[in-house]
């Protein structure tokens, strides 16, 4: 976060403006990280980001302008200019094959993992990076493999279970659908996933405890069976 930050005051201190993030006016901080979002690139080559670094960017000064004043640069509707930014400059930049990855999937680095959880883009401290932490506990403990099965996803597959040890765990009940194999819905897992917990870690870091926070921060009505997850 503390470089993300740098970056953004150096480039304001480029249009003479010297006041410290926090300072400036919504209205005028709006209008500077769109233009910030749009030009920034990188010191080495003066190359384009990738578009996930301009969304963990993002991601920092959410967390910093939230931390100073309360706000949020993701949510409020004053700063959708500069999310529409954002979006915008993704969509270039994967036109130009920048973010462009092969239909394998490529398993994250522990290193690579660690950065997540520091950035805050998994974890429980927001919204997002709790989202982010379930699909990531789903996709690492019950084989979740594509964006479509974690869509289809009920609140019924997955059942809060304890061992005769007392062991927490959760428990993926697949449905018979045809994302196995694309044609045989009867090739399903012969062992049901399991996702135990892990107490010895700190909670964000623990998948029980993320599910069961997310079960609580979920309102009553979405926690039945046929709800999507």
């Known amino acids: 976060t503390p470089s993300d930050i740098g970056l953004l005051q150096r480039f304001l201190s480029s249009k003479n403006e010297l ?30 980001y990738e578009p996930s670094s301009l969304r963990s ?6 967390r910093y302008l939230k931390k100073k ?13 500069a999310r529409k930014a954002l979006q915008s400059k993704q969509k270039e930049l994967k036109q130009k ?3 462009n990855k092969p239909n394998a999937s490529v398993a994250l680095s522990e290193d690579e993992v660690k950065l997540l959880y520091e950035k805050e883009l998994l974890g429980i401290s927001s919204r997002e990076a709790l989202l982010n932490t379930v699909w990531f506990n789903n996709t690492i403990h019950f084989g979740l493999r594509g964006c479509k099965e974690h869509r289809d996803m009920c609140w ?3 059942k809060p279970c304890k061992n005769a040890n007392g062991e927490e765990y959760i428990e993926y009940f697949e449905r018979q659908t045809k994302t196995r194999t694309g044609d045989n819905p009867r090739d399903v897992r012969k062992v049901t996933p399991k996702m135990y917990a892990i107490p010895t870690n700190p909670p964000e870091k623990d998948p029980v405890f993320v599910y069961k926070f997310y079960a609580e921060k979920r309102p009553n009505e979405m ?7």
Do not use: C, H, P, W
């Open 69 to 81: 004043n309360g706000f949020s640069i993701m949510m409020d509707k004053s700063f959708e200019r």
């Open 156 to 158: 019924g597959d997955v």
């Open 19 to 48: 006041r410290r993030i926090e300072d400036i006016s919504v209205e005028q901080l709006n209008e500077y990280l769109s233009e910030f979002i749009i030009s920034v690139r990188k010191k080495e080559d003066k190359g384009e």
């Open 57 to 62: 960017m993002f991601a920092s000064f959410e």
């Open 223 to 229: 926690n039945t069976d046929e709800v999507l997850v």
């Open 97 to 99: 094959g920048k973010g």
